[in-house]
């Protein structure tokens, strides 16, 4: 069982995370959803999709405008209150890296909070587990957030995620996140080649192999751009590739743009896993 937040979700359930990013630069929409009532559109939007979790965003990943701590709690903090009213059994995430956003994110009404840069503010597992919030152990290997990776290398990448991301999993849980509560992502792009997101695709089956429950965030990623030299607004398909090969190794969380897209793709691979049933079965039956 995976509990986020009220919620509570069956071992063979694949979720769609919904991104919506409340900043001007967001390397995908290019701040379409900065303004707060566009960004309500957008949740309700992803909701109507079928979207089991959002997963709300006010800094940048990568290098941009600069956002201080006070300026990313205004974009997020009261835009949580606002979509926890409207929707009161969404599971809401709030990615940040920063103890002071969390803690006004979770009072606010936030179920998750999607640590973006594995425990880089090291109070902010405290936060999470003093609001009884779920968390997200990511896989930066220490990287200092916003930065881009240079000439990075690994012995093995795989290993260092799981050594990492375990690590901060099993802290969390002495801190006092429910386990079930816990989950590793071993963060594509982040500070990795593209080579090595390749290889973590590939080998998902060893992060899943640890019983913590595995998100991924592929969305449009520049190793699906770089592999099919593809600009950002046409990497859907890669990214849908990369999905149903997630899935199949058994990550459980699907962080996207694309909602329909990603959810069909989830529902074929467990129609064709066996847990899920097709929607409708007449073909030579009749």
């Excluded at 959002?54 to 606002?82: L, M, N, S, W, Y």
Aim: with cysteine; proline share 4%.
């Amino acid at each position: 069982m995976l509990r986020l937040g009220r919620h509570t979700f069956d071992d063979d359930a694949l979720l769609v995370m919904a991104i919506v990013n409340r900043t001007r630069d967001s390397f995908y929409d290019k701040g379409a959803t900065y303004a707060e009532e566009a960004a309500l559109d957008r949740v309700r939007e992803v909701v109507a999709e079928g979207a089991e979790i959002v997963d709300i965003g006010g800094v940048k990943a990568g290098p941009g405008d600069e956002v201080t701590a006070e300026e990313e709690a205004r974009r997020t903090v009261d835009f949580v209150a606002r979509v926890r009213a409207e929707f009161p059994d969404l599971v809401i995430s709030v990615d940040t890296w920063r103890a002071s956003v969390g803690g006004a994110v979770c009072e606010a009404g936030a179920d998750l909070v999607n640590d973006a840069w594995g425990g880089h503010d090291p109070e902010l597992i405290e936060v999470a587990a003093a609001a009884g919030a779920a968390y997200v152990c990511t896989h930066t290997n220490n990287a200092t957030p916003r930065q881009p990776p240079h000439r990075v290398s690994y012995d093995d990448v795989v290993a260092a995620a799981i050594r990492d991301t375990v690590a901060l999993a099993e802290r969390a849980v002495a801190a006092g996140v429910r386990r079930e509560s816990v989950l590793i992502d071993p963060a594509h792009d982040f500070e990795k080649t593209t080579w090595h997101s390749l290889e973590i695709t590939r080998r998902l089956d060893e992060m899943v192999a640890t019983g913590w429950p595995v998100l991924v965030s592929l969305s449009n990623k520049d190793f699906v751009g770089e592999t099919l030299d593809l600009p950002t607004d046409q990497r859907l398909t890669g990214t849908l590739a990369a999905t149903a090969i997630s899935a199949w190794h058994g990550a459980r969380v699907f962080r996207a743009h694309q909602v329909v897209e990603t959810r069909q793709v989830l529902d074929m691979v467990a129609s064709i896993r066996g847990v899920r049933p097709p929607a409708r079965a007449t073909r030579a039956l009749a």
